[in-house]
């Protein structure tokens, strides 16, 4: 073996590293975004249960905290990977949103994909793109 192949081999290796270290932040802000989400509809759960807060306000209101979330998690995790924000902020969104579809068929008997499901899917991918370029741009 010369020195150009062990250099080659330790490029490889180095880009493997990079790009495993990446996923587990990718995964990490997903994890963020969840925890965010389940803080944030039991506060608005309890607002339902102990005001007169109409449920007509619950799919706006769940909406904006998936994209809130996302944001936020996206950014977290976009900030420490420093480049490529749009396609990591998306897969974070994409993370989320397919554990939340996985839990939901798995919970609920009847679940099905609708045009919420699809708004959502929209929703938390595009949100997830602009907390990544949030989150490359953040010094």
């Known amino acids: 073996m010369n020195i150009s192949n062990v250099s080659l081999n330790k490029k490889v290796e180095d880009k493997t590293k990079e790009k495993n270290n990446n996923m587990i932040k990718i995964i990490k802000g997903s ?14 759960a309890a ?6 807060v109409s449920e007509t306000t619950m799919v706006p209101v769940v909406l904006t905290i998936t994209g809130i979330s996302i944001l936020i998690g996206s950014s977290m995790s976009s900030i420490s990977i420093k480049k ?23 919970i609920s008997v009847g679940f099905e ?11 938390a991918i595009l949100t997830g793109m602009i907390g990544g370029i949030i989150g490359v741009n953040m010094k």
């Open 84 to 106: 490529q924000g749009i396609m990591n902020g998306g897969f974070v969104g994409l993370i989320y949103i397919i554990f939340l579809y996985v839990l939901s068929s798995i």
């Open 113 to 123: 994909l609708n045009m919420n499901a699809i708004i959502m899917l929209i929703v």
């Open 31 to 44: 994890i963020i975004a969840m925890i965010i989400t389940i803080i944030a509809l039991t506060i608005y």
């Open 47 to 52: 607002i339902l249960a102990y005001t007169s």
